[in-house]
């Protein structure tokens, strides 16, 4: 049985269909990449699936729960994470005090003295740790995009949402952030990622779904994503 | 683990509470004036912390203050003839929280300004129907409060700024004060982290309702009459709000100092210029958020910063917001 597994979902913005009948389901351990041109819909299935926003029809079962109906913070304490596409930090606070919001709150009834081992371990895990104690506004663009990381982490979750977390990056920030996926992965935490750099997604992804006008258009591994003639056509032909 | 002495964030509270305690004795040689002015400048000061302990954290900037107040000046209204003024000040409290409450799960889903005129508009909706109970039902305008003499009106309110205080300081060190904070800074990511945003903007408010309700009851007592007019005023939505950008709303301080000043402020123009005080007024305030973004303690931390900066350059970041 699937981890996660969404039937049908649907959400219209006015008469827009930003996401009409999608099925999407991801496996335990597995990293699913999900592409498709902007505005195909991408983060409005985050926002559904998160609880974010609700889905006018289907839905959203996670580890035999259903999750369609619930509140952001009752799919956090589930056990789904995410980031957020432009980054969501409390830029008024410092990076270990991020990361510590994610872990108090991110599961009930997080002692102090486990939230602030949760908080050195994850800084550690993404390597945030010698800019503990800066302020959001003044850590590079990367570090702040691997933060929204590290609260999504410290709330453990068992499926992490990451929307866009390359966008911007330039190449060996790019190669590094790969590598934190991975790695986030082998600790066992299964990953959903938007992504727009072809390279990384091919690479690290063990399935693609791509996304187009709200609608699921393909599903499979890389490579055959890479050979799909509908995907080069709508997409991978725009690029 | 959250908290860490702090030498200069510590010392003020230490003032603080040793003020209290001086003002404790104020009744033994202040005139009746002098404990007049005190209990207004106590009521301002629960007024503006109670406000910035919701609405600095989470952004949401309330106007709805003068309909708690009010309902604390009512409860002393119905019921002062019978109660007692600590359960006056209970009622006030417990009605005002219920309002907030209420009004809080219906109107905290609204976003930025949309929140600030609903609970501007939450006065006057609790005025007027205030006023036609008064000329449809009980055919009387207004109503007698018992006055329980000048001391005790000063020692509750200087019971409810004790209270206040102890409230504002363990909510800020809270886990609730952060979950408050985390809203303020992008609601989105606290909702996704786990926090019951909802809920905690509800209660946040409520409780702030109901410090004001108490001193609303308060301060009836110390008037003969009220009225709706009186009682749900604008005045007391706008004063938190004017009390804490003249202070300086992040700071612990600022509030406090805001009050302080306000209330003496207000007492000397009202008696020297009684005509022209509202002008008079309008342009401090206008001035003060033209030249004090950060308020009087913001500047003073400006001031500090940069003697400090002249002596060493190892400036660090000392936050001055907690
Ligand atoms: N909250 C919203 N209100 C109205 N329209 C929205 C909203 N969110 C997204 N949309 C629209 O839905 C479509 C899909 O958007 P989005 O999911 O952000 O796409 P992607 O992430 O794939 O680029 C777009 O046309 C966008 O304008
Ligand atoms: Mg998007």
Known sequence: ?239 | MIYKFNFRKDVQYIVVAAVVIFFAFVPLFGSTYTLTLSSTIMMYIVMSLSWSMFSGPTGYISLASGAFVGLGFYASGFLSSSLPLPMLMLVGGLVSFALAAIIGAVTLRLRGVYFTIFTFCLVELVKAVMTWYEIMIVRKRGLNVRNFGTDTAFYAMLVMVAITLIVVVVIKRSRFGMALTGIGESEDAASHIGIHTTRTKVFGFAISAFLMGTVGAVRATMLHHIDPGSSFNMMFSFLPVLMCVFGGMKTFLGPIIGAAVFAILQYNLITEMPQIYMIIFGAIMILAILFMPTGIVGVYERVINRIKKGKSKKGGTDDANA
Request: charged residues 20%; glycine residues 10%.
């Open chain 1, 1 to 239: 049985m699937p981890m996660l597994e969404a039937t049908g979902i649907s959400k219209a913005f006015g008469g827009l269909a930003a996401v009409s009948k999608v099925d999407i389901s991801v496996n335990e351990g597995e990293i699913l990449g999900l592409i498709g041109p902007n505005g195909a819909g991408k983060t409005t299935l985050f926002n559904l699936i998160s609880g974010a926003i609700q889905m006018d029809s289907g839905t959203a079962v996670f580890e035999g729960k259903r999750i369609s109906g619930m509140k952001p913070y009752q799919i956090c304490r589930l056990g789904i994470g995410r980031s957020f596409q432009a980054a969501k930090n409390f830029d008024g606070m410092p990076v270990h005090q991020n990361v510590l919001m994610g872990a108090l709150f991110g599961k009930k009834g997080q002692s102090a003295a486990n939230a602030s081992k949760i908080v050195d371990e994850v800084l550690d895990f993404v390597n945030l740790n010698e800019l503990r104690d800066k302020m959001v506004h003044d850590i590079p663009l990367a570090s702040q995009k691997r933060l929204e990381v590290a609260r999504a982490l410290a709330t453990r979750p068992k499926l992490l949402l990451l929307d866009e977390m390359m966008a911007g990056l330039n190449p060996s920030e790019v190669g590094e952030a790969m590598e934190l996926v991975t790695k986030i992965r082998d600790s066992g935490i299964t990953i959903i990622m938007i992504e727009h750099v072809m390279k990384a997604i091919m690479k690290i992804c063990d399935r693609i779904v791509v996304l187009h006008h709200g609608a699921k258009i393909a599903e499979g591994a890389p490579q055959e994503i890479a050979a799909n003639k509908t995907v080069i056509e709508v997409y991978l032909g725009e690029c």
